[in-house]
């Protein structure tokens, strides 16, 4: 079993910035690849940023130049740095990851539940 838990969620006014934390724990021998993803009420969930495990980062068109992703392998941990933030960044972030159980075994796409991000004055 694997587990995604998102923090770091909260309320924030527009021009603020949140940093988001992924922390993955369970069966896990190696994490391909770790995806930030959001879904704004109404609307269907988008990809925000994606990071592999070299370290090679995209970007939606609206995440670009004002949120940065990273990771850390050791800890098991993916980051959102969101900075700039704006009302339309406004939804709950989930995390993905894609995990394998054991050496030279298939990899599997895992959720959080996810952290809500409002944006407000």
């Known amino acids: 079993q694997v587990q995604l838990v998102e923090s770091g969620g909260g309320l924030v006014q527009p021009g603020g910035s949140l940093t988001l934390t992924c922390a993955a724990s369970?069966?896990?021998?190696?994490?391909?690849?770790w995806g930030w993803y959001r879904q704004a009420p109404g609307k269907e969930r988008e990809l925000v940023a994606g990071i592999t495990s070299d370290g090679t980062a995209n970007y939606s068109d609206s995440a670009k130049g004002r949120f940065t992703i990273s990771r850390d392998t050791a800890k098991k941990s993916a980051y959102l740095q969101m900075n700039m933030l704006k009302t339309e960044d406004t939804a709950v972030y989930y995390c993905?990851?894609?995990?394998?159980?054991?050496?030279?075994?298939?990899?599997?796409?895992?959720w959080g539940l996810g952290t809500q991000v409002t944006v407000s004055s």
């Open positions: 369970g069966n896990i021998f190696s994490i391909a690849a």
């Open positions: 993905n990851a894609a995990v394998s159980g054991y050496a030279g075994s298939y990899y599997s796409q895992h």
